[in-house]
């Protein structure tokens, strides 16, 4: 499959995150208040319509540019990285409300956590996206060791489904506790306060920040998992990015939106694994056998499908 290394398409692509990272953060209007279920459905719908908008809108460029056959498989990759990183992202959002659940932060509080985030996260994947394309093409066996870490993964997943970790005892919570002065409360949005001791102002990290610092981290740990499986339907870094960076625009409006009704997707972590180890498997099986992009997608969106269905049918506890 070619990349796509138009300047033109990579600027178009930059200045639209540009205007969606602006218009993410107006999300809320820019000030404290909780997010309510309605305006984070609206804010979902739009990040949709906006991701499948793109897809529609790189499938006609191409299409008069480069051809009918690369259009329809560069819009159908997008798509199928775009599901791929969706789902993954909502195992993220429970680790965010277990995250905010452990260190007391107050649903109003969460938006400013949540928005260094996001930002966060698409730095993190950018760079980790170029670097494992270039890696991937300079090592190809790479992709049968990622193909190997994704089943892997998957099958942990499944295994590991219902059971919580435990915080308390986390190394980096540990770390941060031995490395940093902590205050035992919150102080609004700010992340870092100066309390008077002994007659000098003394430099405090707040919850707030160690809530920011634990989203970072699963940002990190989610993307080792959600890149490579997006690397096993098209290796090209713009599908990859544009995919990726999509997917995590809308999240923060993703997270509101199911954070009141989380315990009804009990069953999606299945699903996900379930994912995870097809992709890996397809990835293993690259030089053997190509499977399609349209078949990964049927795949993907059955998966989840049925683990959000039975997920909604199972009674609630």
Known sequence: MDNIDQAGLWSVFVLL???????????????????SVREA????????????????????????????????????????????????????VFVWLMLFSFFAIPLELQRRVLIYGVLGAIAMRTGMIFGGAWLINQFHWLLYLFGAFLVFTGIKMWWLADQKPNLENHPVLKWVQRHLKLTNRLHGERFIVKIP????????????????????????????????????????????????????????????LIADMADRFSLLKYGLSAVLVFIGIKMLLIDIYKVPVGFSLAVVATFIGISIFLSLKKPTR
């Open 17 to 35: 995150v540009m205007i969606m990272l602006a218009l993410d953060l107006r999300m809320g209007g820019g000030r404290l208040h909780r997010v």
């Open 41 to 92: 459905a609206v804010w979902s719908t739009i990040w949709v319509a906006l991701s499948f908008i793109f897809a529609a809108g790189l499938w006609w460029y191409l299409d008069k540019t480069l051809g009918r056959d690369l259009a329809n498989e560069k819009a159908l990759a997008f798509i199928t990285g775009y599901l791929i990183e969706k789902s993954l992202a909502v195992d993220n």
């Open 197 to 256: 001791i002994n007659g000098r102002q003394v430099t405090h990290a707040t919850p707030l920040l160690l809530a920011l610092i634990f989203v970072e981290l699963s940002d990190l740990i989610f993307a080792v998992d959600s890149i490579p499986a997006i690397f096993a339907i098209t290796t090209d870094p713009f599908i990859v990015l544009t995919s990726n960076v999509f997917a995590i625009l809308g999240l923060r409006a993703m997270y509101f």
